[in-house]
C-alpha cells in the first residue's frame, strides 16, 4: 500500500510540474520597421507588417512581453537576426530587465543559413577617383569628420581591414639614439634621433604618429615635428618606457606616405579620405565601413546588489567595426593620457562585447571580427558565462579579456567560473601589439580549453594581475589543449618587435592553476624572452604537464621569480639560445622540474641564476643531437648531480619519430619510458567542433 502511495504521489508531481511555453519568436531584418509586430521573418505583400528594423527594438518587445505577464518570462524566447550589416547608433545595451531564466532563456541567434552583423561601425560611400601627385586613388567626402569631429583610426572595404599610409610599407625602421638623460628604464620621452633619410618633414608629418616597440610594449606617438637637420622627431605625448637604439618602429598617417594598394589617408581638415584601390576594384561597388563606436552589446549588471543580466545566449552572430583610441575622458586601467599606451598587455583597450554582473551567459559559434578593439571582456562580478567555438580575428588588440587588474574584496563583485572553448584567435595585436590573446586578470576558477591562437605580436595567454606575492585572485585555472603559435614572429615572417612574451605569461599567486596537454610553438622575442611557458613575478604553486614546446628564440621555459611551482612530464625541444631559463634566487623552493624531456641542437642546457640550488631536478632525460657536453649551470654533469640535481636522470636520445618534422612521439624502447615518463597525445588539440559563424550572406 505504501508502495502504491510513493507511486502516486511521484507521478503526480512529474504531472504537475510546470513546463514553458511553446518559444516566443521575434525578427530583426536590415529592411524591417521598429513600427511593425516584429513577429514575421520578412515583410507581408502588403508592407504593413514585417521583422523590426533593430536589436534595440526586439529588446524592448521582450520588455512589454515580460511587463504582459506580470514581470517575468512564461516561455523561452529568440530573437532572430536576418543576415546583413546593422550599423547600430549606439551600443545594444542588456540589462537585468533584460534577462532570461534557466527554464526561460532568451536567445539572440543568426536567423538559419545567414549571418547578421551588429556593426559599430558607417558606411563610406560617394567615392570618386582621382589623381594627387600623380598617384591614382579614391576619395571620399567624410564630413562629419573635418576638424577632428570624427576621426578614425581603421577602415574595412570589402570586408579586408585596410593600412592607414606608413612607411616603411613592409619591415621597420629603428630608433637611432635616444638624446635625453637616462632617468631609468620606466621613464619615456618626448622624442628620439632617428637615423640619415628615415624619417621627413613632410607636409602632414603633423597628422602623423610613428609607434615605436619596446621591451614588452608599443607606444603610440602623435608626431609634434620634425628637424630634418637634428634628425630629431618630437612628440605631443612621451613613451611608455625609455626608448633604447635598435628599438623599432614605423611611422603612419601621412598622406606622402599612400603609396601602395590598400593604405588610405583621412583629411581632418577637409574630411577627404583617400585611398589606394587594388588592381581592378570599383570605387561605385565597394563596401567601405570606418569605425564610429568603441562597443557594439553592453551586457550592464549590478553585482553588488545581486542585479544579474542572466541566462542569455548568443549564437551565429558576428561582431564587427569597434574602435578605442585613447579618448580624452578615458579611465581606462593603467592608462595616463600623457603616455601613448599601456604598461602591459593593452589592459585598457575594452572589448567590443562587454559585460559586468554577467552569470549563466553563453556566446556560441559567434564572431568578432574586424574590430578596433579586444573582441569580448567579461569584467566586474562576471561568473559562470561560457564562450564556445566563436572566432575572433582581424583584431586591433587581443580576443577575450576576463576579469579585472584590481583584486575586488565582495565576493558578489568577483569573476570566476568561465569558460573559453573550442575558440579559434588569430591575427590580433594589429594595432595594439602588446594585445593578448586570451587576458584573464584577477579571477580565478576559469576554464581555458581547446582554443587555437596565433599570429599575436605578444603573448597568447596570460594569467594574473599581481606583480610579487601580494593579494591576488588568479588561482586555480585550468588551460588543457590549447594550440599557441607564431607568438611575436608572423606566419607571414613579420616581426618579432617586442621582447618578453610567451605562449603562456603568469603573475602571482596561481594555486591549483594547471597548464595541461597544450601544443606550444614558434614563439620569437627581439631582444629576449621567446618563452613557450613563462612564469613571471611571484607565480606560485602552478603545474605545467603533458605539454610539447619546441621552436622558440629563447627557451621553452622560464621562470623569472616565483614559489613551489612544478614542471613535469613535458617534452621541450629546439629551443634557440637555451632550453630552461631561471632568473632570480630567493630563500625558498623555487619550482621543481621533473620526468621532463629536453631535445636540443644548439645553446646550452640551462641559462639564468641558479647559484641558490633552491629548485629540484629529477627524473629528466636530456639529449643535445650534436654530441655537445651537457653543462648545466656551467658545472660538469658529476658536479651537478652532486649538488643533488638530476640524480635519477639520464642523458641519452629519446628515440623520437620525427622531431626535424615536429613528430614527437616515442618509438618503443626509448628510454623516457623506462624513467617513468608518461606518453601524451595532441591530436586533439585545438577546436573539437566546427568555429564561427558560418559562411552564411551577410549584407
Known amino acids: 500500500m505504501m508502495g502504491t502511495l510513493l507511486s502516486i504521489l511521484t507521478a503526480s508531481t512529474v504531472v504537475a510540474a510546470p513546463t514553458p511555453a511553446k518559444t516566443t519568436v521575434f525578427y530583426v531584418a536590415p529592411g524591417g520597421n521598429d513600427a511593425w509586430s516584429g513577429t514575421r521573418a520578412a515583410p507581408n505583400r502588403e508592407k504593413t507588417d514585417g521583422p523590426f528594423a533593430t536589436p534595440q527594438r526586439a529588446r524592448d518587445a521582450i520588455r512589454a512581453l515580460k511587463q504582459r505577464q506580470g514581470g517575468a518570462l512564461k516561455q523561452p524566447v529568440t530573437v532572430y537576426l536576418r543576415g546583413g550589416l546593422y550599423c547600430l547608433a549606439e551600443p545594444l545595451v542588456l540589462t537585468p530587465e533584460d534577462s ?52 578614425f583610426h581603421q577602415l574595412w572595404i570589402n570586408g579586408t581591414r585596410r593600412i592607414r599610409a606608413r612607411y616603411p610599407n613592409r619591415g621597420y625602421l629603428e630608433v637611432a639614439e635616444n638624446p635625453d638623460p637616462d632617468e631609468g628604464w620606466g621613464k619615456g620621452q618626448k622624442r628620439f634621433r632617428f637615423k640619415e633619410g628615415d624619417l621627413k618633414a613632410w607636409a602632414t608629418v603633423s597628422d602623423a604618429e610613428v609607434v615605436v616597440a619596446n621591451r614588452w610594449v608599443e607606444s603610440h606617438l602623435p608626431v609634434e615635428r620634425v628637424d630634418e637637420a637634428e634628425r630629431m622627431v618630437h612628440f605631443t605625448k ?96 593603467w592608462f595616463n593620457p600623457e603616455v601613448g599606451g599601456f604598461a602591459q598587455a593593452a589592459v585598457g583597450v575594452p572589448g567590443a562585447v562587454y559585460g559586468e554582473g554577467v552569470q549563466h551567459v553563453a556566446f556560441e559559434r559567434c564572431g568578432f571580427l574586424h574590430l578596433g578593439t579586444y573582441g569580448i571582456e567579461l569584467g566586474r562580478g562576471c561568473r559562470n558565462n561560457r564562450i564556445h567555438a566563436c572566432e575572433f580575428s582581424d583584431l586591433a588588440a587581443g580576443g577575450v579579456k576576463i576579469g579585472e587588474t584590481q583584486v575586488r574584496e565582495q565576493e558578489a563583485e568577483r569573476t570566476y567560473g568561465n569558460e573559453v572553448s573550442d575558440c579559434y584567435l588569430h591575427h590580433g595585436g594589429r594595432i595594439f601589439h602588446s594585445a593578448i590573446g586570451i587576458w584573464c586578470g584577477q579571477s580565478y576558477n576559469n576554464r581555458f580549453l581547446h582554443n587555437h591562437i596565433h599570429d599575436f605580436y605578444y603573448s597568447g595567454f596570460s594569467l594574473g594581475w599581481t606583480w610579487g606575492y601580494g593579494p591576488a585572485l588568479g588561482y586555480g585555472n585550468l588551460v588543457e589543449g590549447n594550440h599557441v603559435h607564431h607568438i611575436g614572429v608572423q ?47 611571484g607565480t606560485t604553486r602552478i603545474v605545467a604537464e603533458n605539454n610539447l614546446v619546441y621552436r622558440t628564440t629563447h627557451g621553452s621555459f622560464h621562470q623569472h621569480y616565483g614559489k613551489e611551482n612544478v614542471v613535469r612530464n613535458n617534452i621541450f625541444a629546439f629551443a634557440r639560445d637555451w632550453q630552461i631559463q631561471a632568473s632570480r634566487p ?31 631536478f629529477d627524473r629528466n632525460l636530456y639529449w643535445q643531437t650534436k654530441g655537445e657536453a651537457i653543462q648545466p649551470a656551467g658545472l660538469a654533469w658529476e658536479e651537478w648531480q652532486a649538488k643533488g640535481m638530476d640524480r635519477g636522470s639520464r642523458i641519452a636520445d629519446p628515440l623520437f619519430e620525427d622531431p626535424e618534422h615536429d613528430n614527437f612521439t616515442l618509438k618503443p624502447g626509448s628510454p623516457a619510458l623506462e624513467l617513468g615518463f608518461k606518453p601524451f597525445d595532441l591530436k586533439d588539440v585545438g577546436p573539437r567542433v566546427p568555429v564561427g559563424p558560418g559562411k552564411g550572406s551577410e549584407g
Open 100 to 151: 532570461g531564466t534557466a527554464e526561460c532563456p532568451v536567445t539572440w541567434a543568426a536567423y538559419p543559413d545567414e549571418l547578421p552583423a551588429l556593426s559599430g561601425g558607417r558606411r563610406i560611400t560617394g567615392w570618386q577617383p582621382v589623381t594627387l601627385d600623380g598617384k591614382a586613388l579614391w576619395a571620399a567626402e567624410v564630413p562629419e569628420a573635418r576638424d577632428g569631429g570624427w576621426f
Open 238 to 333: 612621451r613613451s611608455i618606457f625609455r626608448l633604447d637604439p635598435g628599438d623599432k618602429y614605423y611611422i603612419e598617417h601621412a598622406l606622402e606616405l599612400l603609396d601602395q594598394p590598400g593604405e588610405w589617408y583621412l583629411d581632418r581638415k577637409t574630411g577627404t579620405l583617400y585611398t589606394m584601390p587594388f588592381p581592378g576594384e570599383d570605387p561605385a561597388k565597394a563596401e567601405a565601413v570606418a569605425p564610429a563606436l568603441s562597443q557594439v552589446v553592453r551586457l550592464e549588471g549590478t553585482p553588488e546588489l545581486g542585479l544579474w543580466v542572466e541566462h542569455l545566449k548568443f549564437e551565429g552572430l558576428k561582431f564587427a567595426h569597434t574602435e578605442w583610441y585613447f579618448p580624452a575622458d578615458s579611465k581606462a586601467a
Open 586 to 616: 630567493e630563500e625558498h623552493q623555487r619550482f621543481t622540474l621533473e620526468g621532463n624531456i629536453v631535445y636540443w641542437d644548439q645553446g646550452p642546457l640551462l641559462s639564468g641564476n641558479l647559484s641558490d640550488f633552491h629548485f629540484g
Open 491 to 537: 606566419s607571414d615572417g613579420d616581426g618579432p618587435i617586442l621582447s618578453d612574451m610567451a605562449g603562456i605569461y603568469t603573475l602571482g599567486l596561481q594555486e591549483g592553476t594547471v597548464i595541461r596537454g597544450n601544443l606550444w610553438h614558434d614563439v620569437a622575442g627581439l631582444r629576449y624572452g621567446g618563452w613557450g611557458i613563462y612564469f613571471d613575478e
